[in-house]
């Protein structure tokens, strides 16, 4: 599968699923996963029913995921696709005292903070447990 060179860039690949790849952004300032399904498709409403339907559930147990891994106080969850037109669906965990903490993520620029190696491959085998990703 072809990933957008934003994307490539600026993420780590944790994996595929059976419906694309799970990305981790690569500033650590939050918890931010990125579904890539695998589809020349732009839009998430393009997607044939079955496939949409899938992609969302792997959307949803990502977020359930996240919530619960990292205490998050909210997991803020879009498909904006206005910069990256490959299709990609954000799931950022949130908090109170987050670095951008009530406002919004989209095109505001988080401190400097990167993502330990062990904690990459720890996060990639709990990815694994809950969303049947392989490397």
């Keep these: 599968m072809q990933l957008h060179p934003t994307l490539e860039n600026d993420c ?16 650590a300032s939050l918890p931010w996963f990125i579904l890539v399904p695998d589809t020349s498709c732009l839009a998430l409403y393009q997607l044939p029913v079955a496939q949409r339907t899938a992609v969302l559930e ?8 996240m919530h ?12 904006i696709g206005n910069m990256v037109p490959q ?13 951008l903490w009530p406002g919004v ?15 990459i491959d720890q996060l ?12």
């Design 12 to 27: 780590h690949r944790m994996g595929a699923s059976a419906h694309g790849l799970v990305l981790l952004h690569r500033n």
């Design 58 to 65: 792997e959307w949803n147990t990502l977020a359930a995921w």
């Design 68 to 79: 619960e891994r990292f205490a998050c106080a909210r997991v803020n969850m879009a498909a």
């Design 87 to 99: 299709l990609h669906l954000h799931a950022v965990g949130r908090h109170e005292g987050d670095p």
């Design 105 to 119: 993520v989209w095109g505001r620029p988080l401190p400097e903070a990167s993502w330990a190696s062990d904690t």
């Design 124 to 135: 990639r085998t709990e990815l694994g447990a809950h969303l049947a990703i392989s490397s």
